[in-house]
């Protein structure tokens, strides 16, 4: 990697890599060697040159999940398709008013992107602040589940993993199976923390420490927010100040979370399990943190019902293909599964639009737009707190959620869809053009 004002040369290569986890060797796929993947970091105004090689043996591309880049051309281009031995050179373009904040960045080869990021093959991305917080220690936590067999390959997911997404028995923390973090009593730290699960609800706990939330993906909060639970969503991230409580040592976890069933009788269940994730450990003679404690960033732009200049409604829907159950089931968005070749949505370029999106079936389903951040409004006919933008939003099981979008800045093509990603892969997804 190397760095002249503005302009970042990068590599990124993709391959089958061994690695030791929980004391046994394993084969998963990695970006340069590891798992996860280095973190980029970048920074407003930043060119980037990003030549990425394919050393997987079966067709790939690279998705910056979440950076407002165009996705048109060589930049975040989710139909460009790399084949087995390929290279292909990615730039991209940050404004030089880029939200800064947690991104990160996975495979989106239509058919096979759950099995690529469930194999190993995610990273963070970092936009830096123009003047970066003030505090003691920086982390990146990049969760994401996993499972093997007994040859410690990656285990392949059944019909039934597929349609409930499918979950790892392993749930990582940078790759690793309960790391320790240790730190300083009083140290104020900034986490920043991805949620890389294929298809995994992480509701995290850190008990005994305090958390304040600064906001979800590239959102900010008016005020950090003091939280006690942090509920992610697959693809979610969050920006996160904890404050190291002195003598207290503790585990971050996850908690169960029910994200419903295949609906029929008998049908199999989503019941996600609970883990431990990481301990962390506060050694050490106490002080106080020399960093102050972070107050309002900049206002967040608020889309308000008054400026909204068109309404849609999406509805997301399982049914079954006939044959009952066992022969699949189709994932919809408007009645119909991804087809490459067809325009689903049609924004103007300038537009404010307010979307209502429906969920039909008998499962959560957290809806994702590239490009083009939401803004969360309400959920299930509740009103949401303040500004709350997002990328990735949730849609209850027989709920719906309203969402305002403004479509300036970048125009282009690209997608949306469940980021439950084996329903991607299932069809979950359209096409939107501005
Ligand atoms: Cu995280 Cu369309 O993806
Ligand atoms: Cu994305
Ligand atoms: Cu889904």
Redo the contacts with the bound molecule.
């Keep these: 990697r190397s760095s002249t004002a503005g302009r970042l040369d990068l590599e990124l290569s993709a391959a089958v890599t061994s690695m030791t986890i929980d004391g046994r060797r394993v084969r998963v796929l990695g970006f340069e060697g590891a798992m996860p993947g280095p973190t980029l970091r970048v920074r407003p105004g930043d060119r980037i040159a990003l030549r990425f090689r394919n050393g997987l043996g079966v067709t790939t591309n690279l998705h910056t999940h979440g950076l407002e880049v165009s996705p048109e051309g060589n930049s975040d281009n989710v139909f460009v398709m790399i084949p087995a031995g390929g290279t292909f050179d990615y730039a991209y373009e940050l404004g030089d008013d880029h939200p800064p904040g947690v991104f990160w960045y996975h495979p989106h080869h239509h058919g096979t992107t759950a099995e690529q990021l469930f194999a190993g093959l995610y990273g963070a991305i970092i936009v830096e602040e123009a003047d970066p917080l003030p505090v003691d220690r920086e982390r990146v936590l990049a969760i994401a589940d996993i499972s093997f067999d007994a040859n410690g390959d990656v285990a392949t997911a059944t019909r039934f993993d597929r349609m409930l997404?499918r979950e790892g028995d392993l749930v990582l923390v940078n790759g690793q199976a309960l790391p320790t973090m240790v730190a300083a009593p009083g140290e104020r730290e900034r986490w920043r923390i991805v949620n890389a699960c294929t298809s995994r609800y992480l509701r995290l706990r850190l008990d005994g420490h305090r958390m304040r939330l600064l906001g979800i993906d590239a959102g900010r909060y008016a005020e950090p927010r003091d939280v006690d639970e942090l509920v992610l969503l697959p693809g979610n991230r969050a920006d996160v100040i904890v404050e190291a409580v002195p003598g207290e040592t503790a585990v971050l976890r996850t908690l169960p979370f029910d994200r419903g069933s295949m609906g029929a009788m008998g049908a199999p269940r989503s019941a996600t399990t609970g883990a431990d994730l990481a301990r962390f450990v506060v050694r050490g003679d106490a002080a106080a943190s020399a960093a102050p404690s972070p107050a309002t960033t900049a206002a967040p732009r608020d889309l308000r019902e008054e400026e909204v200049t068109a309404r849609r409604t999406l509805t997301?829907a399982m049914g079954g293909m006939g044959g009952g159950m066992g022969q699949g089931m189709a994932?919809t968005i408007d009645g119909r599964t991804f087809a490459e070749g067809r325009i689903d949505l049609e924004p103007a370029a300038g537009a404010i639009e307010e979307w209502t999106i429906v969920n039909t079936s008998t499962?959560?389903?957290?809806f994702h737009l590239h490009v083009w951040p939401m803004q969360l409004v309400e959920v299930d006919g509740a009103p949401v707190d303040g500004v709350d933008r997002r990328d990735v939003v949730p849609v209850p099981a027989g709920g719906r959620v309203v969402v305002r979008i403004a479509f300036e800045g970048i125009t282009g093509r690209t997608v949306y869809h469940?980021h439950?990603l084996d329903?991607e892969d299932l069809g979950?997804m359209g096409v939107i053009r501005v």
């Design positions: 997404g997301l994932f499962m959560d389903h957290p469940c439950i329903h979950m």
